[in-house]
């Protein structure tokens, strides 16, 4: 490979080693993976593979090379510029230097005080390794190198943890990966006691009184401080802390952590907040936080043509616009950029292959991202990364048969892992074993009481039970864990909307919307909330909304906005000119959307063939072959409200003196729609629509 690749590898174990050191074992498995990744392309590539080299201490390799490229560049621009401009670049050349030359004397003594205090440290990390948090602590209580520093802080904020879990009565996962979970910080700092807020106080004041940390020592400062509810004050640290060291992971995904994505929608603003960060390290974060914070599924664009073909068709003024993206530029195009850097830098790394897999789930399509999570398998066969994820896919798709497989296969890896009991929770809800599916999501929350994806799927365990207060209390117990997680304040709505609250449920699916906003999902349930408040002007809003997003409630949408024109126009004195026209755009919206299914579903000539309606909303809302009687009842419900719109159709074109047009709605209804709804086309048909007049002429000649 070429020294781009070289380069890559000095830096990745580099970074294994700074993070294990101190450690941050879940960074520093994440180096190692794409280190190895680059081995394995290497392999796949012919590429010869570079020997280990003893790492380097501190930044003094980046240093070097800065020194080096200055002294190279200086001559250079002294031929083209002038006197002046030859002065001033010396002057500017003489800060950086002076800048780099401070900042190596600064490694120098960092790496003085870690060599006089490595036998202490040592001591101490074989003691933090073992669990012995308040030991190690102790071991390094003169300790004044940032490395001692940061494992002695690190160890009394582990310990604070372990006490407060403790003294909850719950069970204790892996601490050493708590900070890299924004939850676990954000969950310790709302419930910790006074006694140990005031050691958390005491480890940010340190810190904070700290001459010159490293990247290390603001990470943690970013920790503590999250978890003390300083979330902004969190987000400046964690900047901080990658711009003077990108390579620990366990830093980006605590950024993730401190960013809201209702106040940080502009990703070009959060990509010059990182300017100072050159590596590929952006890259990789700013895609995996796409996927987190700004996930949404691509707008339906396509959605203007048919509107306004079918304005045309009725007269209709009414259009449904199309909503900017919040910061500009589609999210499926920013993650396309970061994901080209990444696969071409990595392209057998499990982490890249990982966040394909998500952006298809979060997609919905669920074909290709089982299709990767499968590929996942293959490569490393014990890895439960993601595993929760997949059986997710294979619940919706009621896919027992393999969900099953990998319930068994996580199981024989590790059963006390919460990755393990969520995807056994999902295999037995597909069972609608649901008392046994809550017992494992019970039981994932033993292992780790932050485990987001628990307390939501239990929420949906009991609403499935028909227990809306346990409910409730799972949802806001996921809430409390990450509020910005838009599955719960969903959850939530629906609860109340269950209880027949709907003033509640608006004010939940709000939130929902706002962390979704180009989820028509989010939006269809909020109108319809409004609907059942008695707010229909609102509700129009929102299903107007929801047109501007993605479509998987699209014929819901065009269908109620065409229903409440038409209440609207009835109750108007005057017969409602502009809304019955609405309505009739929006019925001719529909009708359209009907037949295309329809037609390229099934060949079907009309709307009212197998697929139709129900055929378009079963695959956008991933009904599978176990689903067969539901989406049976959804089709005969839709087929009925398909012919509603045909007869109201009819009737706006009579009104209009169109009896062609409307002929073939009425003859559709009869053709394809249940007995009431053809018995009513055919008396419309007779007293509205006479006979042809070709028929009587012809009938007379042949007398």
């Not at 700092?189 to 006074?194: D, E, H």
């Not at 919905?364 to 299709?371: I, L, M, P």
């Not at 709907?502 to 709000?510: D, L």
Request: hydrophobic share 40%; proline share 4%.
């Amino acid at each position: 490979m070429d020294s781009t690749s070289d380069s890559l590898r000095l830096q990745l174990r580099r970074a294994v080693d700074e993070c294990s050191s101190r450690g941050l074992f879940f960074a520093a498995k994440w180096a190692a993976e794409q280190l190895c990744s680059l081995t394995a392309a290497d392999s796949r590539f012919g590429g010869p593979a570079t020997p280990i080299t003893p790492t380097l201490s501190r930044a003094k390799d980046r240093e070097q090379l800065h020194l080096r490229n200055i002294a190279a560049a200086a001559p250079a621009m002294a031929g083209r510029d002038g006197d002046n401009s030859n002065s001033n670049n010396n002057n500017n050349n003489k800060e950086e230097e002076e800048e780099l030359q401070q900042k190596q004397r600064l490694a120098a003594e960092w790496d003085r005080l870690d060599a006089d205090e490595r036998d202490h440290t040592a001591l101490a990390k074989s003691l933090f390794d073992l669990r012995e948090l308040d030991r190690a602590a102790f071991c390094l209580r003169d300790c004044k190198g940032p490395r001692a520093v940061f494992l002695r802080l690190y160890a009394q904020y582990l310990s604070r943890e372990r006490k407060r879990k403790t003294g909850d009565q719950q069970l204790t996962g892996e601490d050493s990966t708590l900070p890299t979970s924004a939850a676990a910080a954000t969950a310790g700092g709302g419930i910790a006691q006074s006694s140990i807020d005031r050691e958390l106080v005491s480890i940010r004041d340190e810190l904070l009184g700290l001459e010159s940390p490293d990247s290390f020592c603001l990470f943690l400062l970013a920790t503590v401080q999250l978890a003390l509810g300083q979330r902004e004050d969190a987000r400046g640290s964690c900047i901080r802390s990658v711009c003077m060291y990108e390579y620990n992971w366990s830093a980006w995904l605590l950024l993730e952590s401190c960013m809201d994505p209702r106040q940080h929608r502009s990703v070009d603003s959060l990509d010059a907040e990182l300017s100072r960060c050159t590596g590929w390290m952006r890259h990789a974060f700013m895609a995996h936080v796409l996927l987190e914070l700004f996930a949404a599924t691509p707008a339906a664009a396509a959605a203007s043509a048919p509107a306004s073909a079918a304005a045309a068709a009725v007269g209709a003024a009414a259009a449904v616009p199309a909503s900017p993206r919040p910061g500009g530029g589609a999210s499926a195009q920013d993650f396309a950029v970061h994901y080209h850097v990444l696969e071409q830098l990595f392209p057998q790394s499990m982490f890249v292959i990982g966040l394909r897999a998500v952006r298809h789930y979060n997609m919905r399509e669920f074909e290709e991202a089982g299709r990767l999570f499968a590929q996942l398998r293959q490569l490393d066969p014990f890895r439960l990364e993601l595993s929760d994820i997949h059986s997710n896919i294979l619940f919706v798709m009621e896919d027992r048969a393999r969900l099953s497989e990998l319930a068994h296969r996580c199981a024989e890896v590790d059963r006390f892992r919460p990755e393990t009991c969520c995807v056994i929770g999902n295999y037995y809800s597909l069972r609608k074993q649901h008392e046994k599916a809550v017992g494992y999501f019970q039981r994932a929350l033993q292992l780790d009481r932050n485990y987001l994806a628990a307390w939501t799927l239990m929420g949906h365990e009991f609403i499935e039970l028909k227990n809306t207060a346990a409910a409730i209390d799972a949802y806001r117990h996921a809430v409390d864990v990450d509020d910005r997680d838009y599955r719960a304040w969903y959850g939530l709505g629906k609860t109340y909307e269950m209880l027949n609250m709907p003033h509640y449920a608006c004010s939940y699916y709000s939130r929902a919307a706002a962390l979704r906003p180009y989820d028509s999902r989010m939006w269809c349930a909020l109108a319809n909330c409004y609907e059942l408040g008695g707010q229909p002007a609102q509700a129009v809003a929102c299903y107007r909304r929801a047109l501007a997003g993605s479509s998987e409630c699209e014929a819901l949408a065009i269908g109620r906005l065409a229903k409440l024109y038409e209440e609207k126009a009835a109750a108007a004195p005057n017969g409602g000119g502009p809304d019955r026209e609405r309505a009739a755009y929006y019925y001719q919206l529909l009708y359209q959307h009907a037949a295309k299914n329809a037609a390229g579903a099934s060949g079907a000539a009309g709307p009212f063939g197998d697929s139709g309606l129900s055929g378009a909303s079963a695959g956008a809302g991933g009904i599978g072959a176990g689903g067969a009687a539901a989406a049976a009842n959804a089709s005969a419900v839709e087929q009925d409200e398909l012919a509603a719109a045909c007869l109201f159709l009819a009737a706006f074109e009579l009104d209009r003196g169109n009896a062609k047009a409307a002929h073939q709605y009425l003859a559709q209804v009869i053709e394809g729609a249940g007995q009431q709804r053809a018995d009513e086309a055919k008396a419309m048909m007779r007293a509205h629509i006479p006979p042809p007049a070709t028929s009587a002429a012809s009938g007379s000649s042949s007398s």
